[in-house]
Nanobody, 119 residues
Framework: QVLLVESGGGVVQPGGSLRLSCVAS????????MGWFRQAPGKDRDLVADITWSGSTKSYVDSVKGRFTISRDNSKNTVYLQMNSLRPEDTAVYSC????????????WGQGTQVTVSS
């Protein structure tokens, strides 16, 4: 059984930082392309950042470029999302996902962790 478990969400003031983690089990983690998605209330789920199996290539949605950093540690079966300079519009449920290759046909999903940016 494949499990993706996110952690690290919470409430933070504008300008603050959070680091999300997603631990994977039940799959060969190093063989998967990983992504972080977010879904705000009443909106679609959007891809925020993704990273190749080796970590050599990363991509970001324009709204988070320069503020968020995706990384992975294949020895720990974990993908991270470092979020700095957080804004109220970053408030959402953040989920990680795994795809078997770079075509990003996301196969496995985590349950998500809530991030709230509010003063």
């Amino acid at each position: 059984q494949v499990l993706l478990v996110e952690s690290g969400g919470g409430v933070v003031q504008p300008g603050g930082s959070l680091r999300l983690s997603c631990v994977a089990s039940g799959l060969t983690f190093s063989g998967y392309h990983m992504g972080w998605f977010r879904q705000a209330p009443g909106k679609d789920r959007d891809l925020v950042a993704d990273i190749t199996w080796s970590g050599s290539t990363k991509s970001y949605v324009d709204s988070v470029k320069g503020r968020f950093t995706i990384s992975r540690d294949n020895s720990k079966n974990t993908v991270y999302l470092q979020m700095n300079s957080l804004r109220p519009e970053d408030t959402a449920v953040y989920s990680c996902a795994a795809a078997p290759d770079i075509r990003k046909l996301w196969r496995y999903w985590g349950q998500g962790t809530q991030v709230t940016v509010s003063s």
